[in-house]
């Protein structure tokens, strides 16, 4: 597709999914921010309508500088995103499968929907009871660490590279059984590969690149990439600059390297987006919001067909959540 009709498509605002973003940890530190249009914030309602956002995650993440990660974490962030994004920002929460499959079958308009993910489960404190609240409470992802170890497994900058505990375990197969899908992104590899042997439904990352085009290790290498594509999972490329390039220095066609290296191992049904906004202090040249989505659109149109751009965009990520969310209650 040529420049001009690249442009002309991507103004028509293709629908996004973004699978990652931490505002509601800002929120917390700062409740007199405007989630609407607040400079203060990467993702605010007026940058999610401007970008074609229709479906946005946001991360429930409990900074170390808060001192010992409580529940108690979890339960405020949950109260800011209902008073201050659901509300304010006009979201409808996404939390079932049904809901999920006329969004897939393009039958629902209006305001755009959030979802709720923890990103580290230690302000769980180690209680299933608590996994059992945040689920009736709406959250539907759940990152098993950050980067270091917790109750429940190391993360992926913990030095002895362990895998699960035995609450940790335990966990897993609650999640399976409930229907709380598992987020390998911050996991150690050690801890991927026993969750990827556990669980029998599929998992994703929701905000990780490809190792062999960046070698950071939040980056996942090319067995589990492959990994996450036989168990039908999904991958979400993020916008960290130092986990598109070497050097940390990145512009949106850099990312093109990362979808191209997926999209060679098998991966062109598995792509999505997972752009780490609000968690970042740098950011990609031209992505510095999600106001940005549309230009990023045109990028895309510019080198592969509007079919697989819009299932990286928005239809993959999708069609993963009809499938996986759990059914609605009758």
Known sequence: MNPGEAREQAQNHFPVADFHC??????????SIDFWADQGLD???ERLRAGGVRIQCFAIYLSQKW????FEHILRQIELYRSKVANTGGLRPL????EAARLAGGQEGGPGWGMLSLEGVDGLEGNLFYAEMIFELGVRFLGVTWNYANWAADGVLEQRNGGFTEKGRKLIKWCNRRGMLLDVS???EAGFWELAELSH???IASHSNARAICNHPRNMTDDQIRAVIAAEGRIGLTFVPWFVTDDGEAAPQDLLRHIEHICALGGEQHLMFGSDFDGIDSWVKGLEHPGHYPALAELLLRHYSEELV???LYGNAVSYLARNLPSAPI
């Open 22 to 31: 931490d505002a509601l940890s800002k929120l917390l530190e700062n409740p």
């Open 43 to 45: 993702v605010t309602g």
């Open 67 to 70: 001192g010992n990660p409580r």
């Open 95 to 98: 939390r079932w499968k049904e």
């Open 186 to 188: 911050h996991l150690s």
């Open 201 to 203: 439904r599929p998992f």
């Open 310 to 312: 819009k299932g990286w």
